[in-house]
C-alpha cells in the first residue's frame, strides 16, 4: 500500500509537469544524423540478433509503436519495431526511432497496456535521445567522433566497421547502459506517452511487478530484464505515485482482441533461441 508518507518520500519530480528533455551539448547531431547513426548501429545489430520477419506480427507490434510515438515529445520522426526471435525478456531503442523487442518479453506480457508500456517506455528513451547521447559521448571519449559526423549520410561502411571495431552492437549497449536516473525518466515519459494514446498506465505498474516476482527465481529468459535496470519494484511504486497523484481519462485501454491474436500467432512460430552457456 502506498500511504501518504511514502508518496512524500518520492522525489518531487514525480509531482512536476511531464519531464522535460534537455540534449546535452556534446550532442550535436541533427534528426536526420540521428536517424542515419540509428539505421546503420540497426543494420548491425541485426547481424546479432535472430530477427522474425513475420508481416502479421510485425504490423501489429509497429501499429503500437507508431501511435505511441505519435502521440509522444518527439513525432516528428519515423519509428520502426523488429521483433528478435530469443527467449530473453528485453527491448533495446537505439537512436533516431529503431526498437528491437525480444519475443521473451511478447511471451510474459499479459495485456495490451503492458506490451504498450514497455514499448512507451523505448520511446521515451528515444525522446529523450538516451541512446544518441551516451554513444556520442563514447565517440568523443574514443575521439572517432567526427569521424562519425562525416560519415552518418554517406553510403558507406565507415560506421559500421567503427562500431564492430568497438566490440560491437550488443557489447556497446551493455557497456554504455542507462543510468538509473534516465531508466525512470523514460518511464515517466512512457507514462505521459501511454495517456495520451489512450493506454491504460497501470500497465506499467503490472509489467514491473511480474519482473519483481521474476527476480525471486531468476533465469535466462529474465537475466537481461533485471541486470542493467532499477529494482522493478521501486519503478513499479514510482508510477504507481504518478498514477495516483493523477486523474485519468475513462475508457483507456488495457487489452484487445489483437493482442490476444498475437498471443496465440507466437504459439505457431518457431521456437526462440536460447542464450549460450556461460
Request: aromatic share 6%; hydrophobic share 40%; net charge positive.
Amino acid at each position: 500500500m502506498i500511504t501518504r508518507r511514502s508518496l512524500l518520500a518520492l522525489p518531487a519530480t514525480l509531482y512536476a509537469a511531464e519531464p522535460k528533455v534537455v540534449t546535452p551539448a556534446y550532442n550535436t547531431l541533427s534528426d536526420a544524423e540521428e536517424i542515419a547513426l540509428g539505421r546503420k548501429f540497426a543494420a548491425t545489430l541485426e547481424k546479432d540478433l535472430p530477427i522474425l520477419s513475420v508481416s502479421a506480427l510485425d504490423n501489429y507490434v509497429n501499429g503500437i509503436l507508431t501511435e505511441l510515438a505519435r502521440k509522444s515529445r518527439r513525432p516528428n520522426i519515423p519509428y520502426i519495431a523488429k521483433v528478435a526471435n530469443t527467449v530473453d525478456v528485453n527491448a533495446i531503442s537505439l537512436p533516431g526511432g529503431f526498437v528491437f523487442v525480444y519475443r521473451g518479453l511478447l511471451e510474459m506480457v499479459k495485456t495490451e497496456s503492458e506490451l504498450a508500456a514497455v514499448l512507451s517506455h523505448e520511446v521515451g528513451h528515444i525522446v529523450g535521445r538516451h541512446s544518441a547521447n551516451n554513444l556520442m559521448l563514447d565517440f568523443r571519449a574514443r575521439q572517432v567522433y567526427e569521424i562519425v559526423k562525416r560519415n552518418l549520410e554517406l553510403r558507406n561502411t565507415v560506421i559500421e566497421e567503427i562500431i564492430e571495431k568497438l566490440g560491437g552492437p550488443l557489447v556497446i549497449l551493455t557497456r554504455l547502459r542507462y543510468s538509473r536516473e534516465l531508466e525512470f525518466e523514460s518511464d515517466l515519459l512512457g507514462h505521459y506517452n501511454m495517456l495520451r494514446a489512450n493506454w491504460d498506465p497501470a500497465g506499467i505498474v503490472r509489467f514491473f511487478k511480474r519482473l519483481s516476482l521474476s527476480r525471486k527465481d531468476p533465469g535466462d529468459w529474465v537475466d537481461s530484464a533485471l541486470a542493467t535496470h532499477p529494482d522493478p519494484a521501486e519503478r513499479a511504486q514510482r508510477i504507481q505515485a504518478e498514477i495516483d497523484g493523477s486523474r485519468l481519462p475513462s475508457g483507456l485501454t488495457t487489452n484487445t482482441m489483437s493482442f490476444g491474436a498475437m498471443k496465440l500467432g507466437l504459439k505457431l512460430l518457431p521456437a526462440p533461441v536460447r542464450p549460450k552457456a556461460k
